[in-house]
């Protein structure tokens, strides 16, 4: 009688899945960033003063598959063995045509990995596909948080505000952004999404992240940081509520030359949005009024998953 | 009666029952005391955890272990109303539960027990729901508070489907949709994917919630039981939930790459 399995789920099967490319998704793909630039929020607010951004959103660019070229080939070795039949099947558009890279800065679009880091991260990238070190194994296949930026890069998520917070609820892991300036933890307890504490101005949320393990990779490409690595996001929000930027500025001397920031675009998911397993996984809720109400299941992917995704079941 | 030593009798006797009075009517009418959100409703919001050791065993028990206090029991009536065949599994579950209690896997302790797991929960308030964070793996429960109902079918949820109503002050919550697969505590205590869960949450004082669960499930219980716990708020300074991804320890170690030497 389970046999209904949530498309929701699928996305646990990271190492081999390549559904970013999928049917549905080719009305909500955009090949360019819509920009929203910082200033006054003018929308909605909620009792407690925060602009109300709250509801459902969803990258517009891709997935994790590739940090720098997010519409392109993985560029892992091509005489790797394929994870299942859609993989690596499809020929990219090209580049002049593709997304531009979510690397904003430096303006050549890589991460400025110091050249033993590039060299680890080619290394990570090599064997992707033929994990023969625990180490290879991408921590998001196994239902790992993706990690402060790369959460963003995967399925639609829910953004939830209360008096002091802002929840990020995502497929893996979710985020508490605490807006009441209370100190961060003490600097020895690493976080797969950090510690993060923010404050609005105008219409962004600006977020300060520390305490990062950084055990994400910040791509299925393989690129990386320390846990010494400091993140100051902005989150900034179109004047109708409809689309927000995504900003995010990474310091690591341990891992880097300089400084790097990575841009991702989102759009508001709502009732009119077609459902297309991966950016709208919304569903609308049973209720006896007329008003569209849309809900998500819930979001749980490391449980019974014999590291790569029990997917939950239903019937129907 | 003297009654020139009537009078002040008569006053002290007055003033005690108006004493007693007042005693009495605190704990009947928090209402006053209780925190309120913008729509006038109790606000849970906040960090909270059980004393109740229920974890370790919903009965009344010793300490099995020296890593398991004794509890007093959380279970009405003290014994959970088990069918002959689930009283055997319980038996079972609890001679492997050193490695068969799901928790040991980190699998998300589901509902209710999470409620009163050894780790905080935190929750966020709002008018249309409430969310529930748990410490132990990090997972999220939405009691829907905005008049929707259950999905249709059964589906399979690790912490069910949660609708709640406002019974005046206390929040009356109605959880379907299991998946059978979580224990109930670390004894092997358990349900089926057929449990009905109704919970009663209300304010006791402004930092003490009374948490009331009542199972239905006759693939297991011979009649409706209920358990009852109170959730102490957390109050240390600044006190926030330490997302606890208990499951990436299996695996944590091979993470960040290593970069000693460069």
């Not at chain 1, 948080?145 to 209360?162: A, T």
């Not at chain 2, 009495?24 to 955890?49: E, N």
């Not at chain 2, 011979?222 to 959730?231: A, D, F, I, S, Y």
């Amino acid at each position: 009688m389970r046999n209904f399995a949530l498309p929701i789920f699928f996305g646990a099967l990271a190492l081999a899945s390549n559904v970013a490319f999928g049917q549905g998704m080719r009305g909500w793909r955009e090949t360019s960033f819509v920009p929203t630039p910082r200033g006054d929020w003018a929308g909605e607010r909620l009792p407690d003063g925060q602009p109300d951004v709250s509801g459902h959103w969803s990258n517009t660019i891709g997935n994790h598959n590739n940090l720098t070229d997010p519409q392109g080939p993985l560029g892992v070795d091509d005489e790797a063995p394929r994870q299942n039949s859609r993989q690596n099947t499809r020929e990219p558009k090209p580049r002049s045509e593709r997304a531009p890279s979510r690397v904003s800065d430096p303006p050549d679009g890589e991460i400025p990995l110091k050249p033993w880091a590039r060299a680890k991260q080619r290394e990570f990238l090599k064997y992707l596909n033929n994990p023969i070190k625990p180490e290879y194994v991408e921590p998001f296949a196994r239902c790992a948080p993706g990690g402060p930026s790369k959460s963003f890069m995967w399925h639609g998520y829910e953004i939830r505000q209360f008096p002091g917070y802002v929840v990020f609820l995502f497929d893996s892991g979710n985020r508490v952004i605490h807006l009441d300036g209370k100190p961060h933890l003490p600097a020895n307890l690493k976080l797969w999404n950090g510690d993060s504490r923010g404050h609005w101005e105008g219409n962004t949320l600006v977020v300060d992240t520390t305490n990062n393990n950084s055990k994400a990779r910040l791509g299925r490409t393989g690129e990386f940081v320390s846990e010494n690595a400091t993140i100051q996001e902005f989150f900034i929000f179109d004047p109708n509520g409809n689309r927000f930027t995504y900003q995010a500025a990474y310091t690591d001397p341990t891992v880097l030359t300089r400084p790097f920031t990575i841009t991702i675009p989102n759009r508001r998911i709502t009732d009119k949005t077609p459902a297309d397993d991966w950016n709208n996984l919304t569903f609308p809720a049973k209720h006896a009024g007329n008003e569209p109400v849309i809900e998500a299941y819930e979001r749980i992917c490391v449980e019974g998953n014999g590291n790569h995704g029990q997917p939950a079941a239903a019937t129907h | 009666m003297n009654t020139r030593a009537a009078v002040p009798l008569a006053i002290l006797a007055l003033a005690l029952s108006a004493l007693c009075a007042t005693a009495q009517a605190q704990p009947r009418t928090p209402s006053a005391a209780i925190p309120r959100g913008v729509d006038g409703k109790p606000d849970f919001s906040g960090v909270w955890q059980s004393l109740s050791a229920a974890d370790y065993g919903l009965e009344p028990h010793l300490a099995r272990t020296k890593e398991e206090p004794p509890g007093m029991g959380v279970v009405e009536g003290d014994v959970i109303p088990y069918t002959p065949a689930a009283l055997e599994q319980r038996a079972k579950n609890f001679a492997a539960r050193a490695t068969a209690d799901p928790r040991t896997n980190c699998y998300t302790l589901g509902t209710p027990r999470g409620i009163y797991g050894n780790e905080p929960f935190q929750i966020f308030q709002r008018p249309r729901d409430l969310t529930l964070m748990f410490e132990f793996g990090h997972p999220v429960r939405t009691i829907h508070t905005n008049n929707t109902e259950h999905p249709d079918g059964h589906i399979d949820f690790w912490l069910g489907d949660s609708r709640g109503h406002w019974d005046r002050d206390t929040l009356v919550v109605d959880v379907t949709d299991f998946n059978g697969e979580t224990w109930l505590d670390r004894a092997g205590d358990f349900n089926s994917d057929e449990l009905h869960l109704v919970e009663r949450w209300s304010f006791v004082d402004r930092n003490t919630v009374r948490y009331r669960a009542t199972f239905e499930d006759p693939k297991v219980y011979t009649r409706p039981w209920t358990l009852e716990v109170l959730l102490y708020r957390r109050l240390e300074k600044n006190v926030q939930l330490i997302e606890n991804y208990c499951s990436t320890l299996d695996y944590g170690e091979f993470y960040p790459l290593p970069h000693s030497g460069n």
